[in-house]
Nanobody, 124 residues
């Protein structure tokens, strides 16, 4: 059974930074694409960033491009999301997911496993 555990969320002022981590308990982490999504109150879960199995390919939502960076450490079974220049509209619960295959994946349907989420709140 795969378990994903996010950490690193919190309260930060606008312009600040946070680094989210997602630890994966599965044995096949290094063979799977990974992604970060977020969900604000009253809104659907939306794509933030994705990374393929090797870490070579990454893609971002337009709203975070240039501010957020996704990375992974296959030796530690962990994927990260470095968030800089945070804005109040970044406030949401952030979820990491493990994709069904090795590539980068943009939609929730392409993910087989999800973490429980970590709250990020950006104050103005």
């Amino acid at each position: 059974q795969v378990q994903l555990v996010e950490s690193g969320g919190g309260l930060v002022q606008a312009g600040g930074s946070l680094r989210l981590s997602c630890a994966d308990s599965g044995r096949t982490f290094s063979g799977s694409g990974m992604g970060w999504f977020r969900q604000a109150p009253g809104k659907e879960r939306e794509f933030v960033a994705t990374i393929n199995w090797s870490g070579v390919s990454t893609y971002y939502a337009n709203s975070v491009k240039g501010r957020f960076t996704i990375s992974r450490d296959n030796a530690k079974n962990t994927v990260y999301l470095q968030m800089n220049s945070l804005k109040p509209e970044d406030t949401a619960v952030y979820y990491c997911g493990r994709a069904r295959d090795r590539g980068s994946s943009w939609t929730t349907y392409e993910y087989a496993y999800w973490g429980q989420g970590t709250q990020v709140t950006v104050s103005s």
